[in-house]
DNA sequence: CTGAAAGCGCTAACAA
DNA sequence: TTGTTAGCGCTTTCAG
């Protein structure tokens, strides 16, 4: 259980520390012979860096942050699988963070990673205020980049989609199908993701003249049960919607389920759409039209824009003007909706 | 960008870093005044520990890694979640990393998280064999434990379910429901789960005199495409069976899913169950019967075990005989099978 | 109660 | 080409 160090590799090869290193890491000239017998001994002991040594050393962990607020929503797991995959090209490593929708936890996670001298934090901020004062304050101390969502009134990087114009799309293709009346389900506003739709949704709304009745917007959680719930409400309270449009995947199957179980019909009586195209949209019943986000797209230029970031601190640069990357989702047509498939914008 | 260091707050507050670091830390006695201008200083600062340095100086780092085979799998992702709420009770980080069910890729996880000096590593690996020999390697040099599934003739600690028990209770519950022959849809053999779970189904087949056809074990891996492709096998190649018996949810999603495309009725001409509970399940068209694994207690488990470990290393004492943990597993029963539903065992 | 100093394991100057 | 040494930031003896 005795961690082999570069002093036991050193002493059986007979060379100093410094050659151990300089083999190790192959940074310095060494000769072929020295070279042998020191790998040798390496091999033979077993030996491994100790990598909390050589951050400590040189400042740099190789290691990237990530906090998301909810580990279990399908949708950012695999946001997180794009992070590992576009990281992984550069040869980082991610310490995953879950903040339980909670920007109390969230901020003590943001602190642990700063602790532990990541070389940057990606973070999809749980709350739209609430998230501000850690995710600012830690942006002052690493590269940062928000994901996703992001914080009223903070100035770091941003990547993420136009939910304006993705909303855009989704209200042309009801509207298509012949919806003229429209309901809303999403979280509290509590988050730029439900304020940024529900503002495209209000929005296009308004340009298309479908009516959106105030009882028709319904804010509780990203989460199946709630979409259940909202559905049951809308259905049961007076004249249903001839769409109902909710803030993710999530939501859009509890949405669904309720109405196969109420007996209502979609699309045939009600359209359906949901947001993210996580695995599970397409299992449905029927199988949910929905938005999808280009993660792999996102992922990779938010590692861009921190590897960036990192580079600009190294050469002790002022920081520029922050970016936010705004990319275009698209439409995938499925079943819960009514108009055939579009392949234009 | 600059981090502050103790020295920098032991000069503003005017005393020696080991009196900040006492401060700091809490131990040893230090006067109230001290006390006060030391925290005073560092709050001015801004000061937050370097657990680098911390890490480099105690060796330890308060981390426990954890890989797992798929982190876009709904099962594992909620057993993160249960490990992360435990650990977070001792005051420790996880540090999660994501195998993609390739046993390179795992080793290469193991040994960065050993670098990384994790205080002990939880595991489920990948391949029944292949992944053996770093799980090996890596539990010589730290705490280990294996999570839910394990390697056969590695000797760590291991916590998860009991399979067989798990399939004798599905199996009777199918029996029950009429069924009187059955199939199979598993990941290839290559894992304990599918081992254990193949296993028991096909001993208590036996015993209920409930017939498989050798073409009726099909193999492929966990995921939704394999369980629609399966089942449309079962169901063209001539008489189909009376039940499907899958080795986890996603696949079984997929089987209904398959069958509802296909026009078979469920459970009305074939039975189907799933394993593992994840939210998901309930959500299929018919929500799934399957079996509930006690995540939490399992986290629980496995976190002790490692601490358990840990001390044992403290106190250089031997290492015990490895334990191994098998929780009781409880069958779910939904719409997916025609047997009323059971209290009991 | 407080300070000086050693040392965790590693790497990069600097010397030889 | 190789060795010596300083030092990353922290904690912890050991003196005072």
Known sequence: ??????????????????????????????????????RLAADELGYQVNSIARALRDGRTDTVGMVVPSITNPFFTSLVESVEHALGREG???????ARSDPGIEARRLAT??????????????????????VQETAGRLPLVQLDRFVGGTSTDWVGVDDVAAMRQVMDHLHEGGAR??????SMLTNSSTEQRFDGF????????????PDHVLLGDYSVDWGE???????????PPDAIVCADDLIALGVTRACRALGVAVPGRVQVTGYDNIEFSRLGEPALTTVDQPRDRIAAEAVRLLAAAAAGDARREE??????????????VRDSTRAGPRTGP
Chains 1, 2 share one sequence.
């Open 1 to 38: 259980m005795q961690r082999v160090t570069i002093a036991q590799v050193a002493e059986r090869a007979g060379v100093s520390t410094a050659t151990v290193s300089r083999v190790l890491s192959g940074r310095g000239p060494v000769s072929a012979a020295v070279r042998q017998r020191v």
């Open 92 to 98: 980082k490593e991610l310490f995953l963070c879950d």
């Open 113 to 134: 990673l700063a602790a532990r001298s990541v070389d940057g934090i990606i973070v999809s901020p749980s709350h739209g205020t609430l998230s501000g004062a850690a």
């Open 181 to 186: 009346s429209a309901a809303f389900v999403g």
């Open 202 to 213: 209000r929005r296009r709304a308004e340009d298309l003249g479908i009516a959106v009745d």
């Open 229 to 239: 719930t909202a559905a049951a409400r809308l259905v049961s309270g007076g004249a």
């Open 319 to 332: 920081r520029g003007p922050s970016a936010h990357i705004a990319l275009v989702p698209s439409l995938v």
